[in-house]
């Protein structure tokens, strides 16, 4: 009888391994990109970070470099990329249940964080009239971000209904 129970739990356990691997799927934006824009795992889709896109693009014949804007107006572009990643998936902004936010201080406030910029972005995509479904949300200062003029960088995980 024991011997039974251990072979079923092997197999339940193998079979869920199995199914586990088999509904993953990874978003790679390209080839040469060293991570996925997000992961789908069943019916969850974890999106990686997502940073501003220049408000201001470089122009290198005249030495200016891109510039990105402040906390607001970076939380606005990485929320609108969020959207647009999360529409080519089938979902919608309702759809996150879980909103990371890692925000760096603005060096135009003397360094410190600027949570009413990221709030004043953040309340176009969450809590409307059109879209009343807020997620569940972390909101961090951290030391700095991996591009050197970034201020913001949000992570979401959402869920296809059913």
């Not at 080839?31 to 408000?55: C, F, H, M, R």
């Not at 902004?93 to 990221?118: E, H, N, Q, R, Y």
């Amino acid at each position: 009888m024991k011997k039974i129970i251990c072979t079923a739990t092997m197999m339940l356990a193998l079979s869920t391994v199995t199914h586990a691997q088999a509904v993953v799927k990874h978003l790679q934006p390209n080839e040469k990109s060293p991570i996925a824009n997000g992961v789908w795992a069943g019916d969850t889709l974890y999106l990686s970070g997502q940073l501003a896109s220049p408000v201001t693009a470089a122009d290198p014949a005249k030495g200016v470099a891109a510039a990105y804007g402040d906390t607001e107006a970076q939380a606005l572009s990485a929320l609108t990329k969020i959207q647009a990643l999360l529409k080519e998936q089938g979902l919608d902004m309702k759809d996150v249940v879980k909103m990371t936010v890692f925000l760096a201080g603005d060096p135009s406030k003397g360094g410190k964080l600027d949570f009413p910029g990221l709030q004043a972005s953040y309340t176009k995509f969450f809590g409307t009239k059109d879209q009343p479904n807020k997620p569940a949300r972390s909101a961090m200062q951290v030391a700095a971000l991996v591009a050197p003029w970034a201020l913001v960088e949000i992570e979401v995980i959402a869920v296809r209904s059913k």
